[in-house]
Antibody, heavy 121, light 106 residues
Framework: EVHLLESGGGFVQPGGSLRLSCAVSGFTFTNYAMSWVRQAPGKGLEWVSGISGSGRYTSYADSVKGRFTISRDISRNTLYLQMNSLRAEDTAVYHC??????????????WGKGTTVTVSS | DIQMTQSPSTLSASVGDRVTITCRAS??????LAWYQQKPGKAPHLLIYKASSLESGVPSRFSGSGSGTEFTLTISSLQPDDFGTYYC????????FGQGTKVEIK
């Protein structure tokens, strides 16, 4: 069974940094693209970033480009999201999501429960 | 950027009703569209991909149709467990979600 377990969320001041982690199990990590999707309180879903199975291809939403970096550690079966220069509008639950192929297509078939990031002074 | 617009924003229906949710894309996305269900406090769950393909394990009362810019999600006979918020998502160019449709059971 596929499991995605996010961690690393918390409270941070504007301008600060956080690194989110997502430990995966139940599938061959390198065979699937991964994504981060966030949901602000009471709001809808917003795709944040994606990475191919090999890790060679990454993509970002305009709202986070230049501030966030997605990466994956194959030896640890872990996905990361390094978030810098955080803003109040980055406050959200961040979900780790598995893709349906090694090439990042945007389709997401299994979601983690998420980790909460709060950016406030 | 491709914008996705869902309608209605909220709907209330009775058990057994046929329910239809519409999703419109700001430009053609071929059939690169998915539908997700999210229940309060839970992660979203994939229902439909490639506009009309049913994800494994999803009840057959759910169906999707459309191509280009107009898409629909239909629940043929609404069940008590179908409450929640439904999102469409385009994955033709990066990824964009609709604003969601909240389904309530009367």
């Amino acid at each position: 069974e596929v499991h995605l377990l996010e961690s690393g969320g918390g409270f941070v001041q504007p301008g600060g940094s956080l690194r989110l982690s997502c430990a995966v199990s139940g599938f061959t990590f390198t065979n699937y693209a991964m994504s981060w999707v966030r949901q602000a309180p009471g709001k809808g879903l917003e795709w944040v970033s994606g990475i191919s199975g090999s890790g060679r291809y990454t993509s970002y939403a305009d709202s986070v480009k230049g501030r966030f970096t997605i990466s994956r550690d194959i030896s640890r079966n872990t996905l990361y999201l390094q978030m810098n220069s955080l803003r109040a509008e980055d406050t959200a639950v961040y979900h780790c999501v598995k893709g349906n192929s090694s090439a990042w297509s945007g389709l997401m078939d299994v979601w983690g429960k998420g980790t909460t990031v709060t950016v406030s002074s | 950027d491709i914008q996705m617009t869902q309608s209605p924003s909220t709907l209330s229906a009775s058990v057994g009703d046929r329910v239809t949710i519409t999703c419109r894309a700001s430009q053609s996305i071929s059939n690169w569209l998915a539908w997700y269900q999210q229940k309060p406090g839970k992660a979203p769950h994939l229902l439909i991909y490639k506009a009309s393909s049913l994800e494994s394990g999803v009840p057959s009362r759910f169906s999707g149709s459309g191509s280009g810019t107009e898409f629909t999600l239909t629940i043929s006979s609404l069940q008590p467990d179908d409450f929640g918020t439904y999102y469409c998502q385009q994955y033709n160019l990066y990824s964009t979600f609709g604003q969601g449709t909240k389904v309530e059971i009367k």
